[in-house]
């Protein structure tokens, strides 16, 4: 499996160079990334199996029109206040704002975070990542709902630096 850091960077290059798809493989594993569009963030298309590569790049085709919905749930977003500090995601996958459904979210409108502070779980690629506020400052709103879908750069919290 690709290290999330390695896709991170990955990501990373493909926005500065504004590639729209890259395809990475090995002996063991192949990584395609693609995206649709200059506005929409990278998608991880197909991680597989070398054996199954060329079976599963057909299947993740039709997954782009699927994505289509994401653009208007975007329009949708509220102003955000130039005074508040976003926290992004920093991949694709899964938002989860509690370590699991019987705890209490890591934080809430009104806490106070700080660097460190670690603020909710991303799923990607069946690994749950903490992700830390990586500022301080008092929790203003939390954007997307506990099972929401992410995308790289997509704000999850407003921070009002303290």
Do not use: W
């Not at 990475?24 to 693609?34: G, H, P, S, Y």
């Not at 919905?69 to 102003?79: D, G, K, S």
């Not at 830390?132 to 203003?140: H, N, Q, Y």
């Amino acid at each position: 499996m690709i290290d999330i850091r390695k896709l991170k960077e990955l990501v990373r290059l493909m926005v500065a160079n504004d590639l729209t798809e890259l395809d990475l493989r090995d002996e063991q594993e192949t990584v395609t990334l693609r995206r649709p569009g200059p506005q929409q963030a990278p998608q991880v298309v197909a991680p597989v199996q070398q054996v199954a590569a060329p079976v599963a790049a057909p299947a993740a085709a039709p997954a782009a029109p699927a994505a289509a919905p994401a653009a208007p749930a975007a329009a949708e977003e509220p102003a955000v206040d130039e005074h508040l500090t976003p926290i992004e995601s920093p991949m694709v996958g899964t938002f989860y704002a509690s370590p699991s459904p019987d705890k209490p979210s890591f934080v809430k409108v009104g806490d106070t975070v700080d660097a460190e502070t670690v603020v909710c779980l991303v799923e990607a690629m069946k690994i749950f990542n903490e992700i830390k506020a990586e500022t301080s400052g008092v929790v203003e709103k939390v954007l997307p709902a506990s099972g929401d879908s992410v995308e790289f750069g997509e704000p999850m919290f407003l921070i009002r630096p303290s």
